[in-house]
């Protein structure tokens, strides 16, 4: 029998937005003691009989004048209420925002159920599960006394300035002092009882993250949340989260994560792509931490070395207070954009003749400072990515599948970089000419050139396919891709940035500020007073990086956006989809709410997409009516085919509210 007066409401653990509702259950007698909010649950649907996953996110009162029959749950398949409040409140308030699924989000907040790990949690005594906060081993520095210690305490809401400089660990290690900086703020704000919350881009943050609060902190207050962790780590450090206050670290997700009395949440380079879920419904890291934290009235700190776009317009708006070093750290930056190479294994290695002297003079010793390691980041990995004709110059592709040919390796015959087919007997389309010219230098083959360049010094190969973590205080050339440099004891004697040009010409609106990022992120490696040269180079990118005015380039790039009508300044929603589909989306979307509507416009053969653009003040309205026009979609029914039975299936349609990459 079920205990009169208690009602279950449930949410399907289902993408289908027809379904992302919250539904009611009786509750049987023989689950009153475990049927509590937060737990997982199953349930039954009317169709067909099924049996659906879900959580229980609140008991209620029947409705008056219900006089029906409520369907009993069909069991609690665990006894932790692992769906807090605080996170259902901002799952659900993100899928409103986005047009998308509460459950969704549920899916990236909640880790799948590990059975061996949860009974040893819950054999652990409730004393032990949680540790006592203790005051943090060294205070918050560079910011002055007490500065940002108050402002968490005071639920501030700040965009940070990073200090670009590596940092010495007690233990010899050393790390970026953003890594010092967070974690001495994460554990005062832990010392005071409360849960705090740090989100970085990639495991190369996050390693450096960890290191610092393992010396700041006690090991047992820091969870790690990591997309890379097996299936039971990370169960167990969600189940660790949820058991009080703690200091959680980790990747996009972990801005989901449970947490007992949020006191502070953290995001370390949002203009970073990584920061972007690439998951429905597509909610960026910084915009669920400015949600949540609206939610629950906690401290937000937005950091980085180059402050984005959209964290400026949040300055401008008085959102977010500036707060900027008590010195200014600049690296010290050389432009060498009109340099030429005068010895032939320096115009072989693409590097002119002043960052050729810097390196020479930094691997001997020559420059009066100790001899060590040089940084070189380029822009590509692989060997040759891209070949071109000989006698045209026209790019060289795939005469298979059309995809760019490259050489893997010095003397291997060129290769398709899409489906791999050899090229051993292509012939350019455009003037049949059958030899081939080396466009672009990946790491591989600019490793080899310099290896050639500085004959008896030692080559360190650094990209997604030869990974390095730190390389010694010896002279060495590390050859890195943009993101994958190694950090080096003490710093690098010099920093040689190639391909900046290459960097420039990607298609994207966010491009400079991802250059900005990436050559920040290198000058940051250099040792106190060691060159940067950046190659390549001019203008007011360049004078932005050298002069340290990273913050001001935002604000020009934030007018620039203004006057153009982009994003941030207005916001974006693309459809995507058959054509009827998305024009019943626009269409269903009341034109005074828009700004305008971008196309529809082909995707390929059978999908095209469409761009609604409209005010932040209108938001709500628009995704609600996109929302809507998205379960007609996905109730339709089509007829059956004759003669058949069953259903033909429903049209795609795919909705991204701020894309980054749209424009």
């Not at 790390?175 to 554990?187: F, K, N, S």
């Not at 996109?626 to 059956?640: D, E, I, L, P, Y």
């Amino acid at each position: 029998m079920a205990a009169a007066g208690r009602v279950a409401r449930v949410v399907l653990d289902s993408p289908l937005p027809q379904l992302d509702h919250l539904f009611d259950y009786s509750v049987p007698d023989a689950l009153v003691d475990d049927a509590v909010p937060g737990v997982r649950v199953r349930v039954p649907l009317r169709t067909a009989g099924r049996i659906a996953d879900g959580y229980l996110v609140e008991l209620a009162e029947p409705e008056d004048g219900f006089e029906g029959t409520l369907s009993p749950l069909e069991a609690v398949v665990s006894p932790v209420p692992v769906l807090t409040p605080g996170v259902w409140a901002l799952a659900r308030r993100l899928a409103d925002r986005s047009a998308g699924t509460a459950s969704d989000i549920l899916r990236l907040a909640v880790p799948g159920r590990m059975v061996r790990a949860e009974k040893s949690w819950l054999a652990l005594p409730e004393e032990q599960r949680s540790p006592a906060p203790r005051p943090p081993a060294i205070a918050v520095r560079g910011y002055g006394e007490g500065v940002l210690e108050a402002a968490v305490a005071g639920n501030d809401r700040l965009a940070l300035q990073a200090i670009p400089r590596l940092a010495p660990l007690p233990d010899g290690t050393w790390v970026g002092e953003w890594a010092v900086t967070l974690a001495a703020l994460a554990a005062a704000c832990w010392a005071g009882g409360r849960t705090a919350i740090i989100a970085v881009p990639d495991h190369r943050d996050l390693d450096q993250l960890a290191a610092a609060l393992a010396a700041i902190a006690p090991a047992e207050a820091v969870v790690r949340a990591d997309a890379a962790q097996a299936n039971p780590d990370r169960y167990r450090a969600f189940l660790a989260a949820l058991s009080g206050p703690r200091i959680v670290i980790g990747n996009r997700s972990v801005v989901y994560a449970p947490a007992a009395r949020l006191g502070l949440i953290v995001v370390w380079e949002d203009s970073d792509p990584l920061q972007a879920e690439p998951l429905s419904p597509y909610v960026h890291t910084r915009d669920a931490a400015l949600v949540r934290q609206e939610l629950e009235g906690c401290a937000l700190v937005l950091s980085g070395l180059v402050r984005s776009v959209e964290t400026q317009r949040l300055v401008e708006l008085g959102w977010l207070r500036d707060v900027a070093p008590e010195r200014a750290v600049t690296p010290k930056v050389v432009l060498t954009a009109n340099q030429q190479a005068t010895e032939d294994a320096a115009r072989a290695a693409r590097i002119p003749s002043l960052a050729w002297r810097a390196a020479r003079e930094s691997l001997s010793g020559e420059s009066g400072r100790p001899a060590g390691p040089v940084l070189v980041q380029v822009a590509r990995p692989g060997y040759v990515p891209l070949l071109a004709c000989v006698s045209c110059g026209q790019a060289a592709r795939c005469n298979r599948c059309e995809g760019p040919l490259g050489q893997t390796r010095s003397g291997a015959t060129p290769s398709c970089g899409w489906c791999g087919a050899l090229a051993s007997d292509w012939q350019c389309e455009r003037c049949e000419g059958r030899r081939f010219r080396m466009v672009s230098l990946g790491s591989g083959r600019t490793a080899e050139e310099l290896g050639r360049a500085f004959p008896g010094v030692r080559v360190i190969l650094a990209d997604g396919d030869h990974p390095v973590q730190r390389v010694p205080a010896a002279p060495a050339l590390v050859v890195a891709t943009r993101g994958a440099e190694p950090i080096a004891e003490g710093g690098y004697q010099a920093v040689l940035l190639l391909d900046g040009e290459r960097m420039l010409a990607r298609e994207t609106l966010h491009v400079a500020e991802d250059c900005l990022r990436w050559w920040s992120s290198a000058a940051t490696l250099a040792a106190a007073g060691a060159p940067t040269l950046l190659v390549g180079v001019s203008g007011p990118l360049a004078r932005a990086f050298a002069t340290g005015r990273l913050v001001d380039f935002a604000r020009a790039e934030l007018a620039d956006r203004r006057g153009l009508r982009f994003p941030p300044a207005v916001r974006l929603a693309s459809v995507t989809g058959t054509e009827e589909a998305v024009r019943a989306v626009i269409d269903a979307v009341d034109a005074e709410l828009l700004i305008d509507v971008l196309g529809p416009a082909s995707v390929d053969d059978r999908l095209v997409r469409g761009i609604l653009r409209f005010e932040y003040a209108r938001g709500a309205e628009v995704a609600a009516a996109v929302r809507a026009a998205v379960v007609r979609n996905a109730t339709k029914r089509r007829k059956a085919l004759a003669g058949r039975g069953g259903f033909r299936p429903a049209p795609t349609l795919r909705v991204r509210f701020d894309d980054p990459e749209i424009l």
